[in-house]
């Protein structure tokens, strides 16, 4: 009886320890170099944005290729997805969709496109062009790469973020960031949201 009640407590123990554990995300980070070698993109870093984590925990990660690391990362927002069907769950968890005026988040790889003006934040934005199927409607959407003043610059688990029409928004402060990194940049950067 003993035993059996000290292998449920490591097993319980251990379950819990490995749900804070960050992922490592190697396996994108290898792809994502490949990726941006065939393709001509920039070489030194890349965005990844992981929806599967809590929108109040950083999920918008900035890794260097060159270092073998994420040198910053922080809050994104994800898609309300509300516009067609109800969406209870919607700031728990993403939902998908490439369909126009659907509010919801798109999966895949982007190139990082032209820099423009936008009525939010820092009045920056990126155009994203959508390189997968799931995601080729970006433009047409008007899904960008954004700021915006209601995202929290520090985590703020177990709070939400608030949510969008499907832009990865961040915070006015990380945009900038953001964007000292891509107005450097001699090639296109690779945006790749994941689920």
């Known amino acids: 009886m003993k035993k059996t009640l000290l292998m449920l407590a490591l097993s319980f123990i251990c379950c819990n320890n490995a749900k804070d554990e960050k992922k490592t995300y190697a396996g994108y980070h290898s792809n994502a170099l490949k990726y941006c070698k065939d393709n001509r993109f920039n070489e030194d870093f890349y965005f990844l944005v992981d929806l599967s984590v809590h929108s109040g925990k950083n ?41 126009t005026d659907s509010h919801c988040s798109m999966k895949g790889k982007y190139k990082i496109g032209k ?6 934040g820092i009045h920056v934005k990126y155009w994203l062009d959508g ?22 610059d520090k985590e703020i688990f177990p709070d939400y973020s608030p949510l969008s029409w499907g832009c990865p928004a961040v915070s006015n402060d990380f945009m900038k960031k953001l964007d000292n990194r891509l107005k450097a940049a001699k090639k296109p950067v690779l945006l790749w949201i994941i689920e």
């Open 131 to 152: 390189l997968d199927e799931s995601n080729k409607n970006a433009v047409e959407r008007v899904v960008v790469l954004h700021s915006w003043d209601a995202v929290a």
């Open 59 to 99: 999920r918008f990660y900035v890794y260097s290729f060159n270092e073998g690391k994420v040198l910053d990362e922080n809050l994104v927002t994800h898609g309300a997805c509300d516009h067609f069907d109800a969406n209870l769950n919607k700031y728990q968890k993403a939902k998908f969709s490439n369909r």
């Open 115 to 120: 820099r423009d003006y936008s009525s939010w």
